[in-house]
């Protein structure tokens, strides 16, 4: 089992370290101790309250999107725009996600694409690779 300090249930879960105090006060999520009497928070807990959030979170609820069939949606704002002669590299800053997004020119140039502008990102692929953080073991 897998347990993670306050600060870094945080940042999983996008909000602050408060937040997930007052989360626990309220019955939202629970808390532990761990063997050095630090609270704690069970990553089977965080997947639970992950799982309460409407798809997509926050960004997606305050600007709901067409639908679509790609479930993996990402909304954000463009952070960078590098067009060449063919191709542009979009760059996309969701949450604590940066996603860069390869597509022609003329795609990025219909759509108008600029740093500053909200747009969302979808993946929809057959072949997702999961990697674990260095010193985790499985």
């Known amino acids: 089992m897998t347990s993670f300090r306050i600060s870094e249930a945080a940042a999983l879960l996008g909000v602050s370290d408060d937040t997930v105090r007052r989360w626990a006060e309220a019955g939202r999520i629970e808390l532990e101790r761990g063997p050095n009497g630090m609270r704690m928070v069970d990553g089977t807990e965080i997947v639970r309250v992950l799982g309460d959030e409407p798809g ?22 463009v952070t960078a725009v590098r067009r060449d002669g063919v191709m542009a590299q979009v760059e996309l800053r969701a949450g604590p ?5 390869l597509m022609s020119r003329e795609a990025a140039d219909e759509l108008g ?3 500053g502008m909200l747009a969302a990102a979808s993946a929809k692929a057959t072949v997702v690779s999961i990697e674990l953080p260095a010193g985790v073991e499985g």
């Open 113 to 115: 694409l600029e740093p």
């Open 97 to 101: 996600f940066r996603i860069v997004s």
């Open 56 to 77: 997509g979170g926050a960004l997606a609820e305050a600007f709901p999107l067409a639908r679509a069939s790609a479930r993996n949606r990402f909304v954000g704002l």
